[in-house]
């Protein structure tokens, strides 16, 4: 920093030798930051390179937990967890609407009012059992029940879509 001519009025202020070297070592971060800020031209260069990288899928969910499951409140057993996710996914196909089904039967407490609703989910921003089943399914498909580390999981895939760029630009 100093090299650099950065921080000149931190020199010989009366401050410790420890504060004067953070406040020079800010200034040398923020002159780095600026300096490697990409260009309009290269942002959208990536982001047309890389456009999958952008996608999010609108999902649900419906959670049957079991006593020993992460974060678990339930006193099911793994397997009466499992007849419950069966008789849900039996009335899914039946017709029942899904997020009807996730408010009244759901043991997730965030997604339960919003009927399951995990709003847009990027890619590896879930648990890898629910990653891999909202990644496989198409829109409008429902998984059958899996076990994932907050028990059983039931997926329901809305919609998918590439975020535009001025979504994404972060």
Request: no cysteine; net charge negative; glycine share 6%.
């Amino acid at each position: 920093a100093k090299r650099e001519h950065l921080g000149q009025q931190f020199l010989g202020a009366e401050i410790s030798p420890v504060d004067q070297a953070n406040a020079l070592s800010a200034e040398l971060i923020r002159k780095i930051a600026h300096e490697s800020e990409p260009t309009e031209a290269q942002i959208e260069q990536y982001y047309l390179g890389h456009r999958n990288e952008f996608q999010v899928t609108k999902a649900r969910h419906i959670v049957i937990s079991y006593a020993t499951a992460l974060a678990s409140r339930s006193t099911r057993t793994l397997t009466e967890a499992q007849a419950k996710a069966d008789a849900i996914s039996a009335a899914l196909k039946r017709g029942a609407d899904f997020a009807s089904v996730a408010a009244r039967e759901s043991d997730d407490q965030y997604t339960k009012a919003k009927g399951g609703d995990l709003g847009d989910v990027p890619h590896n921003q879930m648990e890898p059992a629910i990653d891999h089943s909202i990644w496989s399914l198409a829109p409008g498909e429902t998984s059958a029940p899996f076990e994932g580390r907050f028990g059983y999981e039931i997926v329901r895939i809305e919609s998918r879509r590439i975020l535009p760029l001025n979504e994404s630009r972060e």
